[in-house]
């Protein structure tokens, strides 16, 4: 989902496939990057094939708001009641499609604006290696 030049970007140039349960959802591929040096962090980032984005504006215990990301619609995804430790965006990139993304720091984290802020970062990463992946 990210490229080594990417992920060298982002602070997390290890990468192993995620647990293909993710979230809510079953056999959803994904990739997990974490760091090696510096502040341990890591991203999940994950393409869902069987659902869009706008399952997550089913209430349940998640807040969503929306958002855009490099001219796709997307929303910004939080536990409720949960404090700032990370943040997940999902983003419309087909019909019935969407795009996950998760960062998580360990240990320091923030608040919830700088947290988004590494999270789209990603998501935009990714989002422009997307077309290359077939």
């Known amino acids: 989902m990210l490229t080594a030049d990417q992920a060298e970007q982002l602070g997390v140039p290890e990468s192993e496939p995620g647990d293909p349960k993710l979230r809510r959802f079953e056999n959803v591929p994904n990739c997990y990057y974490s760091s090696l040096r510096g502040p341990s962090i890591s991203y999940t980032i994950g393409f869902n094939s069987t659902a869009g984005y706008e399952v997550w504006n089913s209430g349940g215990t998640v807040d969503v708001t929306p958002m855009a990301v490099s001219g796709y ?21 087909a019909d019935g499609e969407h795009l996950y993304v998760n960062y998580m720091p360990i240990g320091d984290k923030g608040t919830q604006e700088e947290l988004c802020r ?17």
């Open 118 to 134: 590494k999270a789209t970062a990603a998501t935009e990463m990714a989002l422009a290696t997307l077309p290359s992946l077939s």
């Open 73 to 93: 619609d997307a929303v910004w995804i939080k536990l409720k009641g949960d404090k700032p430790d990370s943040c997940t965006l999902a983003v419309d990139v």
